[in-house]
């Protein structure tokens, strides 16, 4: 440890959350180091047209907005190590903590956890093939794509009826599908989606097979009734699953208090982690709101608090190195 470099600040993850978070310390100057992994950029990577994201009128693809997130982050000064985090050792009483990327391990005065959380996925063929092409995991993100559209929910919880109830503003027909009878929805939520006239509803059902169609893009949704096994084809443009999220916080498991669906918890408004130095920002912290926006802005409040904890907390072993420079001086 005596030879190892102490970081002011390193950032695990990247996103919206960690680039923000990396240009808030950058300039800030506490040369922050983000530990961004090989799929840096988070679920915006995977996403076509962003259209809802401030300062882009004409909107931007996803990847490319990413892109400009990364460089302003390097322009001011943030270090970008495109490796994957593989172990964190979380100090609990104020001293270092560890990172590891594999054999190489980092030593920080303040961490900042912004790994994101990524869509639940069906698992069916042709998931992954249509994503972005017709498959989507947010309504509110891509609804305006489907204006008058045949299109499907597949959840059956009140993110699916959200979801379905943003999309009914834009598509012609919004069917919810689920593999059973009965919702997970709170009453109130049921009650708001069974009043909109072009909502429909598909149970019990569940989702085998999505296929594409002219331009390889989603044509028709297979489904199959769990009750009797029979199936029927759907033609529709737009799919979104809304069957939940699942945060990245593996890493930090055990060392920070997470709730019971494995969201990270920090304290009041902040991104306070409740272990002195550990911040915590994004959708790893956000099961609500989950957009590239509100995520932006929780990683400028995590490098705020960064800054402050460094500001105030005098630096581990500072004590030490003030008695041996103080030894130097006067045996000079």
């Known amino acids: 440890?005596?030879?190892?470099?102490?970081?002011?600040?390193?950032?695990?993850?990247s996103g919206p959350a960690g680039y923000t978070a990396a240009?808030?310390?950058a300039r800030a100057n506490l040369e922050p180091l983000v530990i961004e992994g090989f799929a840096w950029g988070g679920?915006?990577?995977?996403?076509?047209?962003?259209?809802?994201?401030p300062g882009f009128p004409q909107g931007i693809m996803?990847?490319?907005?990413?892109?400009?997130?990364?460089?302003?982050?390097?322009?001011?000064?943030?270090?970008?190590?495109?490796?994957?985090?593989?172990?964190?050792?979380?100090?609990?009483?104020?001293?270092?903590?560890?990172?590891?990327?594999?054999d190489e391990m980092y030593v920080t005065r303040a961490l900042i956890l912004a790994m994101g959380a990524q869509h639940r996925k069906l698992g069916v063929p042709g998931e992954l093939e249509l994503a972005g092409r017709g498959v989507s995991y947010c309504a509110t993100c891509d609804a305006a794509f489907f204006r008058d559209a045949p299109t499907l929910i597949i959840g059956g919880g009140?993110?699916?009826?959200?979801?379905?109830?943003?999309?009914?503003?834009?598509?012609?027909?919004v069917m919810i599908v689920h593999r059973r009878d009965e919702f997970r929805a709170s009453k109130?939520?049921?009650?708001?989606?069974?009043?909109?006239?072009?909502?429909?509803?598909?149970?019990?059902?569940?989702?085998?097979?999505?296929s594409g169609g002219e331009g390889n893009s989603l044509a028709v949704a297979r489904l199959?009734?769990?009750?009797?096994?029979?199936?029927?084809?759907?033609?529709?443009?737009?799919?979104?699953?809304?069957?939940g999220h699942e945060p990245q916080s593996q890493l930090v498991d055990g060392q920070v208090e997470t709730d019971a669906a494995g969201y990270v918890v920090t304290q009041g408004r902040s991104t306070l982690t409740g272990i002195p130095g550990v911040f915590a920002?994004?959708?790893?912290?956000?099961?609500?709101?989950?957009?590239a926006v509100t995520a932006a802005g929780s990683g400028c409040q995590a490098a705020l608090d960064a800054e402050w904890y460094l500001r105030d907390t005098p630096f581990p072993g500072a004590d030490v190195v003030s008695e041996a420079s103080a030894a130097a001086q006067a045996s000079a």
């Open 1 to 13: 440890m005596e030879d190892q470099r102490v970081e002011n600040v390193i950032i695990v993850g």
């Open 23 to 25: 240009l808030y310390t």
């Open 43 to 53: 679920l915006l990577q995977q996403t076509t047209d962003v259209e809802n994201y």
């Open 62 to 102: 996803g990847p490319e907005m990413m892109q400009h997130f990364r460089d302003q982050a390097e322009r001011f000064g943030a270090r970008l190590e495109t490796d994957d985090v593989t172990q964190v050792e979380i100090s609990t009483d104020g001293g270092l903590h560890k990172v590891w990327t594999g």
């Open 158 to 173: 009140d993110s699916a009826m959200e979801e379905a109830m943003f999309l009914s503003k834009f598509a012609k027909k």
């Open 188 to 210: 109130i939520m049921l009650e708001r989606a069974r009043a909109i006239p072009n909502i429909e509803w598909l149970t019990p059902y569940a989702v085998e097979e999505f």
């Open 224 to 243: 199959r009734n769990v009750a009797d096994g029979s199936t029927r084809e759907l033609e529709v443009t737009g799919a979104f699953i809304a069957i």
């Open 281 to 291: 920002a994004g959708d790893l912290v956000d099961h609500t709101y989950r957009q």
